[in-house]
T-cell receptor, first 113, second 114 residues
C-alpha cells in the first residue's frame, strides 16, 4: 500500500519569500510522485512529476521538487512566492501498473503582501 | 486542445435519490478516473475505467457505479444518496501511450445532498 503525508495543513509566506511544502511517502516499490495545485472551486492542475531519471524536477510556475529516496521525500519549493500562488497543494503517489493516485491531505498556502 | 470536461457543474439532490455525473476525457485518452473530494476526508480514489472496462475501484459501497462509453466518456452513478455523499467529484483522464501515469483533471461536479 502507498500513502502520502504532507506536513503542515497550512503555510503562510510573505510575497517574495521561499515556499517550501513537505511531502513524505511510503511505498513498497519505486514510486511515481506528483504535485498538483487546486485553486478555489476548480479542479487539480499538475505542477510537476517524478517518474524516473533526474531527481530534481522542474515544473510550471517556477516550482520544483526533489525526489530523495533515502528520506522518502518529495518536497516542493519555489524561490519567490507570488500572490497568485495562494491555493491548495496536493502531493500524490502511484506506482507501476497501479494507475490510481493516492493523495496527501493537502497544504493550503496563503501569501501575505 | 480541450481539457477534461464535466457536467453538470452543480447538482442538488435529496437523500435517497440517484445522481448521474458525466465526464469527457481529453481527446486520445482512453483511461478515466473518478475521485471524491469530501470535506474532511480529502481526495479519495473511486473508480478507474480503461477501454470500456472497470479496472479498479476504491473503498466505496456498490451504490457508487459507473461506466465508460465507446467514445471513452464516462458516467458516475450514485444510488440511494446519503448526506455524506455531498462532495466535489473530480474526473481525470490519462493516456498510457505517454507512459507517465500523469492524470489530467476536470473542474469537478459539486454534488449537494439535502
Amino acid at each position: 500500500a502507498q500513502s502520502v503525508t504532507q506536513l503542515g495543513s497550512h503555510v503562510s509566506v510573505s510575497e517574495g519569500a521561499l515556499v517550501l511544502l513537505r511531502c513524505n511517502y511510503s511505498s513498497s516499490v519505486p514510486p511515481y510522485l506528483f504535485w498538483y495545485v487546486q485553486y478555489p472551486n476548480q479542479g487539480l492542475q499538475l505542477l510537476l512529476k517524478y517518474t524516473t531519471g533526474a531527481t530534481l524536477v522542474k515544473g510550471i510556475n517556477g516550482f520544483e521538487a526533489e525526489f530523495k529516496k533515502s528520506e522518502t521525500s518529495f518536497h516542493l519549493t519555489k524561490p519567490s512566492a507570488h500572490m497568485s500562488d495562494a491555493a491548495e497543494y496536493f502531493c500524490a503517489v502511484t506506482k507501476v501498473n497501479d494507475y490510481k493516485l493516492s493523495f496527501g491531505a493537502g497544504t493550503t498556502v496563503t501569501v501575505r503582501a | 486542445e480541450a481539457g477534461v470536461t464535466q457536467s453538470p457543474t452543480h447538482l442538488i439532490k435529496t437523500r435517497g435519490q440517484q445522481a448521474t455525473l458525466r465526464c469527457s476525457p481529453i481527446s486520445g485518452h482512453t483511461s478515466v478516473y473518478w475521485y471524491q473530494q469530501a470535506l474532511g476526508l480529502g481526495l479519495q480514489f473511486l473508480l478507474w475505467y480503461d477501454e470500456g472496462e472497470e479496472r479498479n475501484r476504491g473503498n466505496f459501497p456498490p451504490r457508487f457505479s459507473g461506466r465508460q462509453f465507446p467514445n471513452y466518456s464516462s458516467e458516475l452513478n450514485v444510488n440511494a444518496l446519503e448526506l455524506e455523499d455531498s462532495a466535489l467529484y473530480l474526473c481525470a483522464s490519462s493516456s498510457e501511450i505517454q507512459g507517465t501515469y500523469e492524470q489530467y483533471f476536470g473542474p469537478g461536479t459539486r454534488l449537494t445532498v439535502t
